[in-house]
Each structure stands twice: as structure tokens, then as C-alpha cells.
């Protein structure tokens, strides 16, 4: 991102590397940015550094994994610099984080009720118990949650996958975050659910001006839902264009190998194109650029030093040192075949940004209760409907799913 507005996030020059092995780099020199009110996705194939991006954002890196070098400007402030008051402070405040699989994040042990509340006390010391009880139900409301009373009273295991992430957007927005980190938000949900919920996050996001980082390897989801896009190879940023831009004239050879292994409904294809060979581990990484062992450009100069990024068009960026918009063939197959891949309303126009209005939730579109709970007496779910009394077991809900955790 370009401009003279500083961005709500900033990431430059992002190392991070495993204690044991300092030689093995997670992350080789991020550099990426989020404008306020932006939605920007976050693309690459699995071991790509995705989630570890995402993670080094609010310092919660496994153990073993550390950033050894570069910043994260948060509004002005260096994340990695901040002590551990001010930093447990902006988790799940100002900036939310919503992770993958709903159901393993949320404690089994306690109602979703319990969950949310403990969230929203941990950054509303002030308010009282009915002041917290009401926000809880106005937040489950927000992500269309039908009885939310009743369900705050409801355990994780008598929902869905797809209303359990709801509740874990709920989880996320208790804080009013600025920005919010969605690490593979419907990667375990049905096409029809993954559907609602990228609607939600887009709507959302743009009746609060919240900036969003969205990271998929779903480009469908990522052409329907971002203003931007931000391709991910073995740990470092490849290429960065606005989503139609990136779509229509893709300048990095991974992003065209990308989009040219999409699904087309309306041309023959007798059988799917395919990126040849795999992401490299970390302790395999390529000299040079580390796509070229795959790269059907690739000439001799790609492996003997890394490429930096340079710039092919305006507010578009590449890796590469072949980089040159590439228009792919059947460009209106291309859109067609991400937009089928999870169908939303009103995709993102030309420009690449997102609409400027909300657009109305999709009557109907809700997914069914879950099953009211066993009669006294009966043998009911696995999992408790309360807990047990006098049981051993955790104290009281962990406010970390949204985010909160050790430094």
C-alpha cells in the first residue's frame, strides 16, 4: 500500500527462526501492510508462513519459534517492542484474532455464554453483570445467531462448525477491534457455510471501518471478500497487487500458476493444471529465488541470489526478476471460476475494493439450531450440559481464544 496515510499495520523486514536451528527461517524478511478500514487477503499454499505471519503479529509464536529481526507498527507502535501489560492489553482489544477450527479453540467445560463474557469483562472492567449479559447477547445477534439468550446457555459441542465460528467472531469483536486477524476462517465449513460467513466478515467489517487480514489458500473466498492481495512463498512475500489487478495480470510466476490451477466451468478441461514438485521445509529452501525449482520460467539467474521486490505497475509489486504483468488467456474464465468456488453476492467491482455499504444479510441463510438438549433423566451428548459438581477442572473460561496469551 502506497500513499501518505500511514497504514493501521505495518510489517517490515519480518525474520523469524527456530531456536534449535537458527539456520531454519520460518519467516525471511515480511514485508506487508493494512490500511484502516482495508480487507486484505493473505494467500500461499500450506507451509507458505502464512499463520506464523499472522502469529508473529501478536507475539504468539510456538515455543521454539522466534522473530529474531524486523518490526510490527501497529497505529504507530512497535508490537515486538511493547512490554507484556501493553501488549495483553491490544489482544483481543484492539486487535482480534479468530483462528482456525472453532470447536478446538472453544473449552468444551463452559457454556458459550460463559466464554463470551469472560472475554468481554477481560476488556470492560466497569461494566456489571447485566451490562455483560446484554453485550453478550448483542454480540451473538451481530453474527446472526437465532435465540441468542438461549444460546449463550448452550455448550460448544450442541453447535455446528459453522455457528461455532460465528461464536468466535463474536468472541472476536467483544474488544471493538480495529484490526482483525482471520487465520483460515472457513477452511473446515461447506461451501454454503463458508458462504455466510465471509458474508458476515465483509459486512462487518464494513459497517465498523475495521481493517481485516484474511488468510486463505481459498483464492475464491479471497477474490470475493478482499480489496488487496498478498501472495506467500517459502516465508517471504512474492507478489502484491489490488485482487482484480492480481487476477487479470498476475506479475509473479506462482500467482499465474496459482490462478491457471483453478477449476473452469465453461471451457474443456480434460484434466486440472498443477504446480509441479512441492513447498520446500525450511531446511530445503532453494538458493536464489526459492521458486525457481518449480518455475516454468525459470532461467539460470533465479538461483543465484534472491530477487528483491520491484514495482509493475502503480501499488502492484513482485519478486521476480522476469516480473511483468502477465495477462493470462480466458481472463473471464479466470473471475467465473473464482467466483464459483464460493459464491457471494456483489463481488469486489474492477478496482479491487470492496463495496461501500454493507450488504443485507441473505434471508433464510441461517443454519439450523442444534439439538435441544436431553430430557433429566436421559442419556444425553458425550459432553456435559453443566458441569458437574464439585469436578476438577479449569477455573474459569480462557480468555486466550481471541488472542490473549504469553508473549
Not at 499454499?45 to 529481526?69: D, F, H, Y
Not at 468481554?120 to 447485566?130: D, E, F, Q, V, Y
Request: hydrophobic share 40%.
Amino acid at each position: 500500500m502506497t500513499g501518505a496515510i500511514e497504514p493501521l499495520l505495518r510489517v517490515e523486514g519480518l525474520y523469524a527462526r527456530v531456536d534449535r536451528a537458527p539456520d531454519l527461517e520460518v519467516l525471511r524478511g515480511v514485508d506487508l501492510d493494512v490500511g484502516r478500514g482495508e480487507i486484505v487477503g493473505l494467500v500461499g499454499e500450506s507451509g507458505s508462513g502464512k499463520t506464523m505471519t499472522a502469529l508473529s503479529i501478536l507475539r504468539l509464536l510456538p515455543p521454539g519459534i522466534r522473530v529474531t529481526a524486523g518490526s510490527v507498527t501497529f497505529d504507530g507502535r512497535d508490537l515486538l517492542t511493547l512490554g507484556r501489560a501493553e501488549l495483553q492489553a491490544l489482544r483481543g482489544g484492539r486487535i482480534a484474532m479468530i483462528f482456525q477450527d472453532a470447536l478446538r479453540h472453544l473449552n468444551p467445560a463452559f457454556t458459550v455464554g460463559d466464554q463470551i463474557e469472560a472475554v468481554i469483562r477481560a476488556h470492560n472492567s466497569r461494566l456489571g453483570p447485566k451490562e455483560v449479559r446484554a453485550r453478550a447477547v448483542e454480540l451473538l445477534t451481530q453474527v446472526q445467531i437465532v435465540d441468542p439468550e438461549a444460546r449463550l446457555r448452550s455448550y460448544p459441542h450442541q453447535f455446528s462448525g459453522g455457528m461455532a465460528q460465528r461464536v468466535m467472531i463474536a468472541m472476536a469483536l467483544s474488544g471493538s477491534p480495529e484490526l482483525l486477524l482471520a487465520d483460515e476462517p472457513t477452511s473446515a465449513l461447506d461451501v454454503t457455510v463458508q458462504a455466510e460467513i465471509l458474508l458476515l466478515l465483509r459486512r462487518i467489517a464494513r459497517q465498523r471501518g475495521m481493517s481485516v487480514l484474511f488468510i486463505s489458500h481459498n483464492l475464491g473466498a479471497v477474490w470475493q471478500l478482499c480489496d488487496r492481495v498478498i501472495v506467500m512463498y517459502a516465508g517471504q512475500v512474492v507478489e502484491t497487487a489490488a485482487t482484480a489487478e492480481l487476477v487479470e495480470a498476475p506479475a509473479h510466476p506462482y500467482s499465474t500458476a496459482l490462478l491457471k490451477a483453478l477449476p473452469r466451468l465453461t471451457i474443456d478441461q480434460p484434466e486440472l493444471a498443477s504446480i509441479p514438485g512441492s513447498m520446500p521445509g525450511l531446511h530445503a529452501i532453494p538458493s536464489g529465488c526459492a521458486f525457481h525449482p518449480r518455475c516454468e520460467l525459470a532461467v539460470d539467474a533465479c538461483s543465484l541470489e534472491t530477487p528483491p521486490m520491484v514495482q509493475v505497475a502503480t501499488d502492484h509489486h513482485a519478486r521476480c526478476i522476469l516480473a511483468t504483468p502477465m495477462s493470462l488467456p480466458g481472463t473471464a474464465e479466470v473471475r467465473q471460476a473464482l467466483a464459483s468456488i464460493t459464491p457471494l453476492p456483489n463481488p469486489p467491482p474492477q478496482g479491487g475494493r470492496g463495496p461501500a455499504t454493507p450488504n443485507p444479510s441473505p434471508q433464510g441463510g441461517r443454519e439450523p439450531a442444534a439439538p435441544n438438549p436431553p430430557p433429566q433423566g436421559g442419556r444425553g451428548p458425550a459432553a456435559p450440559n453443566s458441569p458437574p459438581q464439585g469436578a476438577r477442572g479449569a477455573a474459569s473460561p480462557d480468555p486466550a481464544a481471541v488472542g490473549r496469551g504469553a508473549s
